[in-house]
């Protein structure tokens, strides 16, 4: 997925492979263990091999954070021409009986290019940890520390079922923790880039779900017509809903040369981060 987006970008922009100098991928469901799958990208993508690639896992938060590290590749004068790659198949990690998180997320991935060159300012960045919540949304198999199954499950005070070997989420937990989170991150990333809220055009934030989307609206008092939910079609692509929603957002003209657009990602992590578009 991350190499068809890739190279629908190529062809839309009339970008040249060859000019690419640095290469990531968020994701948290890669292809290998090792090698990087941005390795493997850099080769299927034609990318020259002076470039620097690598994979990165973060979730919703993700497309943030890579826009901020990319943004310092390009002032450190690494790299020029940083290809951002989000992809994500979050239904592998899903239990067939899970029916709350199979009604929300979806699988997605998308591509940006960040240049010396660009046509869109990225202004300042504010970015956010807090580890105590790794276990509101996790796989606790597979990996390292327990690469062997264990079918183990138990029932939480949710009434959901909690298995080992599936993507687990502590749904009213995530909930209040957005609910504490995002506002103050919005307060902060408008004072970090100056700003006040009167002067952002338009809000895209990541598409966890519309329930959440419309509460964190409501909480942060921005107007409807100002802010962005759009899950029918995709929803919850992880990394990539940001890049999806600011595709949709140019193409169906909700987003226009000379706005200001706040974006922001937050979830597993716990993480979150945000800054703002000069468009």
């Given at each position: 997925m991350a190499e068809k987006a890739a190279r629908k970008l190529f062809e839309e922009y009339g970008i040249n492979p060859k000019n690419i100098d640095f290469l990531m991928?968020?994701?948290?469901?890669?292809?290998?263990?090792?090698?990087?799958?941005?390795?493997?990208?850099?080769?299927?993508l034609g990318i020259p091999t002076s470039a620097g690639a690598f994979d990165y896992n973060l979730g919703c938060s993700g497309c943030i954070y890579g826009m901020a590290m990319a943004k310092g590749l390009i002032a450190a004068g690494i790299?020029?021409?940083?290809?951002?790659?989000?992809?994500?198949?979050?239904?592998?990690?899903?239990?067939?009986?899970?029916?709350?998180?199979?009604?929300i997320f979806g699988d997605g991935a998308a591509a940006c290019l960040i240049s010396s060159d660009g046509f869109i300012k990225i202004g300042e960045f504010v970015l956010g940890t807090d580890g105590s919540g790794t276990d509101y949304l996790i796989v606790k198999t597979g990996a390292s520390r327990q690469k062997v199954v264990t079918g183990k499950y138990v029932e939480d005070d949710e009434g959901h079922i909690w298995y080992d070997d599936y993507l687990y989420m502590n749904g009213g937990a995530i909930f209040n923790f957005t609910l504490d989170a995002v506002p103050l991150m919005m307060n902060q990333v408008l004072a970090k880039n100056g700003m006040e809220k009167e002067d952002?055009?338009?809000?895209?934030?990541?598409?966890?779900?519309?329930?959440?989307?419309?509460?964190?609206?409501?909480?942060?008092?921005?107007p409807k017509d100002k802010f962005y939910v759009n899950l029918a079609e995709t929803g919850n692509t992880v990394s990539s809903t940001i890049l999806i929603g600011l595709k949709d957002c140019i193409d169906n003209h909700l987003i226009k040369y000379g706005d200001k657009v706040m974006i922001t990602g937050f979830g597993v992590g716990l993480s979150w981060g945000g800054t703002v578009l000069y468009f």
């Amino acid at each position: 997925m991350a190499e068809k987006a890739a190279r629908k970008l190529f062809e839309e922009y009339g970008i040249n492979p060859k000019n690419i100098d640095f290469l990531m991928l968020c994701t948290q469901s890669p292809d290998y263990f090792l090698p990087s799958t941005a390795c493997i990208l850099q080769d299927r993508l034609g990318i020259p091999t002076s470039a620097g690639a690598f994979d990165y896992n973060l979730g919703c938060s993700g497309c943030i954070y890579g826009m901020a590290m990319a943004k310092g590749l390009i002032a450190a004068g690494i790299a020029n021409n940083v290809l951002l790659l989000t992809a994500e198949t979050y239904n592998k990690y899903l239990h067939p009986s899970d029916k709350s998180n199979r009604s929300i997320f979806g699988d997605g991935a998308a591509a940006c290019l960040i240049s010396s060159d660009g046509f869109i300012k990225i202004g300042e960045f504010v970015l956010g940890t807090d580890g105590s919540g790794t276990d509101y949304l996790i796989v606790k198999t597979g990996a390292s520390r327990q690469k062997v199954v264990t079918g183990k499950y138990v029932e939480d005070d949710e009434g959901h079922i909690w298995y080992d070997d599936y993507l687990y989420m502590n749904g009213g937990a995530i909930f209040n923790f957005t609910l504490d989170a995002v506002p103050l991150m919005m307060n902060q990333v408008l004072a970090k880039n100056g700003m006040e809220k009167e002067d952002v055009d338009y809000y895209l934030f990541h598409q966890a779900n519309k329930f959440m989307l419309n509460t964190i609206r409501k909480v942060c008092e921005l107007p409807k017509d100002k802010f962005y939910v759009n899950l029918a079609e995709t929803g919850n692509t992880v990394s990539s809903t940001i890049l999806i929603g600011l595709k949709d957002c140019i193409d169906n003209h909700l987003i226009k040369y000379g706005d200001k657009v706040m974006i922001t990602g937050f979830g597993v992590g716990l993480s979150w981060g945000g800054t703002v578009l000069y468009f």
